[in-house]
């Protein structure tokens, strides 16, 4: 039987949007489990703030899903922000930057537990002063695909392409705060250039937007799943 997997929501979205994911993974035959995060949640970690009350649900979800399948490892799905959230959880350097946690709360050091990282529109670097700072963290800690046990993938969607024009407005800002170029093709949030990592088998997937929500395709859309579902087999 494959391993089970987690899906890890992105940033201010609750569980509730990743279900048809979720739902579409376990009819391809993967035991899935979503944190169960709520919008409100993320409410402490606004402004640039310490994201250890996301990484106790993550924490608490990979090891109650460990328990219940009785295994070793799983996958592990983060979808934007989420992704550069669990190569802190991955990491083995106390995330103790905002001074609001101990070395030894145990919400880190995952590496062991995960056999797959799948990264889908994550921004894994960014100019934005409210995020630089956790980010920054993640990319001098973990450059790249840094565990070499963990098998990371990362995956872009190629759907909008920046301009400062009307119906492109959003995306060149995004993508500007992102890699600090406006002019950029990306999925409407994030530039391909700032969702890949180095050493990591990087997927470029046309079409696909970034949000769950999203009126068009987007990573967990059907036909975009049937692209990187194989890497969890």
């Not at 039987?1 to 201010?12: A, C, D, F, K, S």
């Not at 169960?36 to 993320?42: C, E, G, N, Q």
């Not at 649900?57 to 399948?69: E, F, G, I, P, S």
Request: charged residues 15%.
């Amino acid at each position: 039987m494959p391993l089970p997997t987690v899906i890890m929501p992105g940033y201010l979205e609750g569980a509730r949007a990743y279900r048809p994911m979720e739902q579409l993974l376990q009819k391809l035959g993967f035991p899935t489990v979503t944190v169960p995060l709520r919008k409100r949640d993320w409410l402490p970690t606004v402004g640039g703030r310490s994201m250890v009350p996301i990484l106790r649900q993550l924490d608490r979800t990979v090891k109650q899903t460990l328990q219940q399948y009785n295994v070793s490892q799983i996958n592990l799905i983060g979808h934007s922000a989420g992704g550069w959230i669990a190569r802190i959880y991955l990491g083995e350097k106390p995330y103790t930057i905002h001074g609001d946690v101990r070395s030894t709360a145990g919400l880190w050091h995952a590496h062991p537990y995960i056999a797959t990282l799948v990264t889908l529109g994550t921004p894994h670097v960014s100019q934005e002063r409210w995020t630089k700072r956790n980010l920054d963290f993640v990319k001098i800690n973990y450059p790249g695909a840094f565990h070499p046990q963990v098998r990371y993938i990362c995956v872009a969607g190629k759907a909008i392409y920046g301009a400062r024009r009307p119906g492109s407005w959003l995306a060149y800002s995004s993508y500007q705060l992102t890699c600090g170029r406006g002019d950029s093709w990306g999925d409407g949030i994030t530039p391909i250039e700032a969702a890949h990592l180095e050493g990591a088998e990087n997927l470029v997937i046309e079409a696909v937007l970034h949000s769950p929500r999203s009126r068009g395709i987007w990573y967990g859309s059907p036909t975009v799943v049937q692209s990187w579902v194989s890497y969890l087999a």
